[in-house]
T-cell receptor, first 116, second 113 residues
Framework: DAGVIQSPRHEVTEMGQEVTLRCKPISGHDYLFWYRQTMMRGLELLIYFNNNVPIDDSGMPEDRFSAKMPNASFSTLKIQPSEPRDSAVYFC??????????????FGQGTRLTVV | KQEVTQIPAALSVPEGENLVLNCSFTDSAIYNLQWFRQDPGKGLTSLLLIQSSQREQTSGRLNASLDKSSGRSTLYIAASQPGDSATYLCAPPRGTGRRALTFGSGTRLQVQP
């Protein structure tokens, strides 16, 4: 398996623009997580899905952030409008309750977002 | 709310030393704990997953222990190498029955050749 795949790897956008981050989880994994990493706050959970259904979105900063998982192999995190304080590295991760690897979480390489 | 503390925050050692990285967490009602490695500008690489029913888990030169009752986990690195230089992150679940992880601030390790 290719692992968790995120795109784009880097994104530079102007304040006020819409940004869409994409994630393809590991095939067969039924949990998908979005995290954000900053120097000040470290790694924070934004939202996670189980079987494509959002379970906990309490970490989503505000209404400017939205996430969807239309099917088991694809998820998006959208920021509209973007602000400079949204600059961070956004990670997607997936895990499985039922596979032999247990509940180990695997992370993508991240999307480095810069809002200017 | 799960809170995770990692000690030390940074560590610089000469090659060949055996190392102990410490992690403590506040909610001990967890079913497992995961250790990750993060290289600068890179993603997180899973090192070890230790289940609550286990006391130790080993992978090569790495050994992780878990003591739920005291809310502690330890990552032991034997015979450290310059390639081990990275930030090490401890990540228990957010709480009982929760699948998402809570991360500590990490231990930044530098192994000098």
């Amino acid at each position: 398996d290719a692992g968790v795949i995120q795109s784009p790897r880097h994104e530079v956008t102007e304040m006020g623009q819409e940004v869409t981050l994409r994630c393809k989880p590991i095939s067969g994994h039924d949990y998908l997580f979005w995290y954000r990493q900053t120097m000040m706050r470290g790694l924070e959970l934004l939202i996670y899905f189980n079987n494509n259904v959002p379970i906990d979105d309490s970490g989503m900063p505000e209404d400017r952030f939205s996430a969807k998982m239309p099917n088991a192999s694809f998820s998006t995190l959208k920021i509209q409008p973007s602000e400079p304080r949204d600059s961070a590295v956004y990670f997607c991760a997936s895990s499985s309750l039922y596979r032999t690897e247990g509940t180990e979480a695997f992370f993508g390489q991240g999307t480095r977002l810069t809002v200017v | 709310k799960q809170e995770v503390t990692q000690i030390p925050a940074a560590l610089s050692v000469p090659e060949g030393e055996n190392l102990v990285l410490n992690c403590s967490f506040t909610d001990s009602a967890i079913y497992n704990l995961q250790w990750f490695r993060q290289d600068p500008g890179k993603g997180l690489t899973s090192l070890l997953l230790i289940q609550s029913s286990q006391r130790e888990q080993t992978s090569g030169r790495l050994n992780a222990s878990l003591d739920k009752s005291s809310g502690r986990s330890t990552l032991y690195i034997a015979a450290s190498q310059p390639g081990d230089s990275a930030t090490y992150l401890c990540a228990p679940p957010r709480g009982t029955g929760r699948r998402a992880l809570t991360f500590g601030s990490g231990t930044r390790l530098q192994v000098q050749p």
